[in-house]
């Protein structure tokens, strides 16, 4: 029996059953999304800095207290961002020859230019329709084209037996079968600036990001 | 020989082998197959860079095919 025989019409993830009231994702949705995540973290910030700078004009001897509050305005994003660099954190190996094996299929799915990047980073570099991806074991980033724009989404499978490498081959499948659908199925953790991501992740994941953008601008 | 490969907690696990000619491997190979769709696995094939495909029936001219458990939204 072929495979064409045998596929499953291209309807998309069957996982999309499970979220079935969600809209699926396409560049409107993720622009909305983004847009949505913007106004949200500004309507957190601005009143805090509106309030410190009000209290200031009316008396000085406020100051210590607006202070405080710009210091709530100024970690509120941060805190998003660091909830953002949690989808590429790459929990340690349970038991390394499973790991190892792991790997070698992950390895598998992957040309040699991916094979490499994996190597240098723990991560998979997938370019998509809705741009560039790069794939964790727990999670997913999307770079939009232009690379002005990062989503990070918690997405993976529900079962923490799995090696780390498993787990992202997981995702690189569900990809590759329903890019679409891996965004919708997905909980968006972070949308905005990728230099607001960066600041928030430590070495290879921090190069990763930065490879992902240049291939998001077109570089 | 092609082969159905379930991604579990040893890495891999090769559910099955067989070749298109021998009638009693892909047979073997058909009910391994349902068994591992019936317990909530999906199957796919890759085809080639950047695509993959979910598959309900065991394409027996396929060199790999791969089962995943489903993922969800953390």
Not at chain 1, 26 to 31: P, V
Not at chain 1, 140 to 149: E, N, Q, Y
Not at chain 1, 180 to 204: D, E, H, I, K
Not at chain 1, 208 to 217: F, M
Request: hydrophobic letters at 45%; a neutral charge.
């Amino acid at each position: 029996m072929s495979v064409e025989a045998s596929a499953v019409p291209r309807a998309g993830l069957p996982e999309l059953s499970a979220v079935h009231w969600r809209q699926r994702a396409d560049e409107s949705t993720l622009r909305r999304a983004g847009r949505r995540w913007t106004l949200c973290t500004a309507a957190h910030v601005f009143p805090l800095v509106a309030t410190a700078a009000v209290l200031a004009a009316l008396n000085p001897l406020t100051i210590p207290v607006g202070l405080i509050l710009l210091a709530h305005a100024w970690a509120i994003p941060e805190l998003y961002a660091a909830r953002g660099a949690k989808v590429l954190r790459r929990p340690g190996a349970q038991d390394a020859h499973a790991e190892a094996v792991a790997l070698g299929l992950l390895g598998d799915l992957l040309d040699h230019e991916g094979r490499d990047f994996l190597t240098r980073t723990g991560l998979v570099l997938e370019q998509g329709a809705l741009g560039v991806w790069l794939l964790a074991p727990s999670g997913a980033l999307l770079v939009t084209p232009g690379a002005r724009r990062v989503h990070c989404y918690c997405v993976g499978v529900s079962d923490a037996s799995l090696p780390p490498s498993d787990r992202t081959a997981h995702l690189l499948l569900a990809l590759r079968e329903d890019e679409a659908g891996l965004a919708t199925v997905a909980n968006l953790a972070f949308a905005g600036a990728p230099w607001r991501l960066r600041r928030r992740l430590r070495g290879s994941a921090r190069a990763g990001l930065d490879e992902a953008v240049g291939a998001g601008r077109g570089g | 020989m092609s082969r159905l490969l379930r991604m579990d907690q040893t890495g891999h696990t090769v559910i099955a082998e067989w070749t298109a000619e021998d009638a009693q491997s892909t047979q073997a190979a058909r009910l391994a197959f349902q068994e591992q769709l019936d317990q909530g696995c999906f199957a796919v094939v890759s085809e080639g860079p950047g695509r993959a495909q979910q598959v309900r029936e065991l394409p027996l001219d396929e060199p790999v095919v791969i089962l995943r458990r489903p993922i969800a939204g953390g």
